[in-house]
Structures are given as structure tokens and as C-alpha cells.
């Protein structure tokens, strides 16, 4: 995974977790790695990595049973919240981005409907 | 805190190279000591090592003066390659073990492996990035409190890279300390959680690399060039 360095490392593998439940590559209930291969797998800082743990649970993205590691949350209202606060930042940034081009909501319409035909290239 | 300076000085020749230098290392942290060519990076940490004599100065190690004892639990990766050419990688670790009461050969082994470097390799037939993945190894395979390594990603290639950094992190542990000096600030960016800035045998900045980058919406890399400026 690139990161950009201006941005705090345990936001953006957040952002890069919350991605992978939505997708389904971690699965509902599924067990994450520990702490520690998390630190490994994305080359960062074992202190960075237990913090990711410690606001996912807060955030209730996942959960710890005891003294078998920690589990991708089993409340499918929760991912759907996640993956429409994801859908709703990209779609904001890309207004806001394409408002400062000073494109119209007609163009922008426009455009959508053929690029996403093209698999949005 | 584990490992405390106090206002230390160092001068040679006349010349100022580490200018009322105070921090302290907490267990469990991953410390970028970070800074130009002649930032007195290495002085520092001779210092600490007791290579180098403070000409003032206080350092304390587990709430005791910094003495032999507290330095037998301290490992130093120097810059310089210190092998003898006509020794085998394997001759490296018993020279160690010799040395060192705390080095562990079975880790010694598996990181030769991890390394892709073998047993019985002559010193003069490794290119520099398998001496300073070499060195790194013997450094490493002790069971010490603190690491000072001496810019251990200076002029390695990037597949080295990788994995000089994976070994690093795999050897950061909650009771450890590992402190690593650079002046390739972004190498380090996502691996350290603490920042010493040293300009001019200066501390000009310390903090949270996490912290540094919510406040001020900049990476570490560039606060280091803003600093300097």
C-alpha cells in the first residue's frame, strides 16, 4: 500500500481495513491479523498498529474476545454504515473537485453516465 | 522512562558538535534520531554507548547513572563496516558471541537466512548491502534494551531495503527500545512513532510522528525540511 505521509499512517490503513470488510475480503466475523502482523503487513510501526485496533473498536468496526485476537464485527448495519460514509466522502471530494472546475450538476450528470460505462477510466 | 540525557555537550577541536542535547526514550518505541551529515547524529550516539565522553552532561538508564552495567544491555550498529575480510559470516557471530553474554546465535541464524545471506560467505565477497544487512544481523540478534543504529538504510537498494525494515519492526518489541539515525527521512516515515531533530548539535524538534502530522497536516519529511530551512 502507498502512503501519503502527510496524512496520519493510522487513517489511512484504516480507510484501507474498512475497504477490505466492505468488499468482503475480510468477512463479517472473520478473525484479523494480530497487532503485530498488521505492523508487519503494512510495513508501519507496531504503536501505530495496536492504536488502528484501539479506534476500530471504538469505532465498532471490530471487536476482541478474549485471548483469541480480534474479529471483524458481525453487525451488517454497521458495514453498511461504513461503506456509505465511504460512498459519501469520495462523492463529496468529487463534487467539490469538480464545482471547483466549474462544472454544472447537468455536465456532471452527463459525464457520469458516459464514463461509467467505460468503467470509469 | 528508560534511557534519559540531560543537557549534553561535546566538543571537538573547538568546535561545538552536540549543543545541550536533552531527551529521554520510553520502552516500546521506535525513535528516528534525524539530521544533515555533521548533525552530531553519531556522536550522539557514541555518547551514549560510551565511545565518546560528554564533556557535560548527565545520562541515566533505568533510573541509575549510565554505567557498564546499563551498557552491556545497550547494542550499537556503527556506520562503518567493522569485519576482517578474511572472516566467514559465521566467524562474525562467534566473534559476537564471544563478546556478548546476550547474543543469540539461533537468531543470529535466522536472519542470515531471512537475509538470503549464507554461513559460510566470505566478508570480501559481499556487496555493501550484504555487509549492512550483515551487520544489522549481529546487532540485532542480541537480547538488548536499547539499539542505536547508525543509519542502517544508507545507500541500500531498495529489495534490501524491505527487508532490513521488515527485521527492524519484527524487532521492536514493548520492552525495547530501538533508535535509528538517518538523514532519508522518508525511508522512516511510516516505521518510527518518535522524532529527534537534531540540527547543528541542536535538538530543534521532538514529538509523536503521528501527532506531528494530525497538528500540522504535513509529514515528517516535510517538517524536517522546514526546520532546516
Redesign the interface.
Same mark, same amino acid.
Given at each position: 500500500m502507498e502512503? =501519503? @505521509? @502527510?496524512?496520519? =499512517?493510522?487513517v489511512q490503513v484504516i480507510d484501507d481495513i474498512k475497504r477490505d470488510i466492505v468488499n468482503g475480503i475480510l468477512p463479517m466475523g472473520g478473525k484479523m491479523p494480530s497487532s503485530r502482523e498488521l505492523?508487519?503487513k503494512?510495513? =508501519?510501526?507496531? @504503536?501505530?498498529s495496536s492504536?488502528i485496533y484501539r479506534e476500530m473498536e471504538a469505532e465498532g468496526i471490530c471487536f476482541t474476545k478474549r485471548g483469541l485476537g480480534t474479529f471483524v464485527t458481525e453487525d451488517k448495519e454497521t458495514v453498511v454504515r461504513i461503506r456509505e460514509k465511504m460512498a459519501e466522502d469520495f462523492i463529496n471530494s468529487f463534487i467539490q473537485g469538480m464545482k471547483g472546475l466549474g462544472f454544472t450538476r447537468e455536465e456532471l450528470n452527463h459525464l457520469i453516465s458516459i464514463k461509467y460505462g467505460e468503467g470509469g477510466a | 522512562m528508560v534511557l534519559e540525557c540531560k543537557e549534553l555537550r561535546k566538543k571537538y577541536l573547538g568546535k561545538t558538535v552536540v549543543d545541550n542535547v536533552s531527551f529521554v526514550l520510553e520502552e516500546g518505541s521506535i525513535y528516528a534520531l534525524l539530521g544533515q551529515n555533521g548533525s552530531g547524529k553519531t556522536t550522539l550516539m557514541k555518547m551514549i554507548t560510551g565511545l565518546v565522553k560528554a564533556d557535560q552532561g548527565e545520562m541515566t538508564f533505568q533510573g541509575e547513572k549510565l554505567g557498564v552495567k546499563a551498557k552491556e544491555q545497550i547494542a550499537y550498529m556503527p556506520t562503518e563496516a567493522y569485519f576482517y575480510d578474511y572472516m566467514k559470516t559465521k566467524d562474525v557471530g562467534k566473534y559476537y558471541a564471544d563478546f556478548f553474554e546476550d547474543f543469540n546465535k539461533q537468531h543470529f541464524d535466522e536472519l542470515l537466512i531471512q537475509m538470503d545471506i549464507h554461513q559460510k560467505d566470505r566478508i570480501k565477497h559481499l556487496s555493501s548491502g550484504q555487509i549492512a544487512k550483515l551487520k544489522l544481523a549481529v546487532t540485532l540478534a542480541r537480547n538488548a534494551k536499547l539499539y542505536l543504529l547508525d543509519e542502517p538504510l544508507n545507500g541500500i537498494d531498495l529489495l534490501s531495503r524491505d527487508i532490513i525494515i521488515t527485521i527492524i519492526l519484527e524487532a521492536s518489541r514493548e520492552d525495547n527500545m530501538i533508535v535509528i539515525s538517518s538523514h532519508l527521512v522518508e525511508e522512516l516515515e511510516k516505521i518510527v512513532d518518535h522524532i529527534i531533530l537534531l540540527n547543528k548539535g541542536r535538538v530543534s524538534l521532538v514529538g509523536e510522528a503521528e501527532e506531528i502530522r494530525e497538528t500540522r497536516g504535513k509529514s515528517i519529511t516535510d517538517v524536517y525540511r522546514e526546520v532546516l530551512a
Amino acid at each position: 500500500m502507498e502512503f =501519503i @505521509n @502527510n496524512v496520519p =499512517i493510522y487513517v489511512q490503513v484504516i480507510d484501507d481495513i474498512k475497504r477490505d470488510i466492505v468488499n468482503g475480503i475480510l468477512p463479517m466475523g472473520g478473525k484479523m491479523p494480530s497487532s503485530r502482523e498488521l505492523a508487519l503487513k503494512y510495513k =508501519i510501526n507496531p @504503536n501505530t498498529s495496536s492504536r488502528i485496533y484501539r479506534e476500530m473498536e471504538a469505532e465498532g468496526i471490530c471487536f476482541t474476545k478474549r485471548g483469541l485476537g480480534t474479529f471483524v464485527t458481525e453487525d451488517k448495519e454497521t458495514v453498511v454504515r461504513i461503506r456509505e460514509k465511504m460512498a459519501e466522502d469520495f462523492i463529496n471530494s468529487f463534487i467539490q473537485g469538480m464545482k471547483g472546475l466549474g462544472f454544472t450538476r447537468e455536465e456532471l450528470n452527463h459525464l457520469i453516465s458516459i464514463k461509467y460505462g467505460e468503467g470509469g477510466a | 522512562m528508560v534511557l534519559e540525557c540531560k543537557e549534553l555537550r561535546k566538543k571537538y577541536l573547538g568546535k561545538t558538535v552536540v549543543d545541550n542535547v536533552s531527551f529521554v526514550l520510553e520502552e516500546g518505541s521506535i525513535y528516528a534520531l534525524l539530521g544533515q551529515n555533521g548533525s552530531g547524529k553519531t556522536t550522539l550516539m557514541k555518547m551514549i554507548t560510551g565511545l565518546v565522553k560528554a564533556d557535560q552532561g548527565e545520562m541515566t538508564f533505568q533510573g541509575e547513572k549510565l554505567g557498564v552495567k546499563a551498557k552491556e544491555q545497550i547494542a550499537y550498529m556503527p556506520t562503518e563496516a567493522y569485519f576482517y575480510d578474511y572472516m566467514k559470516t559465521k566467524d562474525v557471530g562467534k566473534y559476537y558471541a564471544d563478546f556478548f553474554e546476550d547474543f543469540n546465535k539461533q537468531h543470529f541464524d535466522e536472519l542470515l537466512i531471512q537475509m538470503d545471506i549464507h554461513q559460510k560467505d566470505r566478508i570480501k565477497h559481499l556487496s555493501s548491502g550484504q555487509i549492512a544487512k550483515l551487520k544489522l544481523a549481529v546487532t540485532l540478534a542480541r537480547n538488548a534494551k536499547l539499539y542505536l543504529l547508525d543509519e542502517p538504510l544508507n545507500g541500500i537498494d531498495l529489495l534490501s531495503r524491505d527487508i532490513i525494515i521488515t527485521i527492524i519492526l519484527e524487532a521492536s518489541r514493548e520492552d525495547n527500545m530501538i533508535v535509528i539515525s538517518s538523514h532519508l527521512v522518508e525511508e522512516l516515515e511510516k516505521i518510527v512513532d518518535h522524532i529527534i531533530l537534531l540540527n547543528k548539535g541542536r535538538v530543534s524538534l521532538v514529538g509523536e510522528a503521528e501527532e506531528i502530522r494530525e497538528t500540522r497536516g504535513k509529514s515528517i519529511t516535510d517538517v524536517y525540511r522546514e526546520v532546516l530551512a
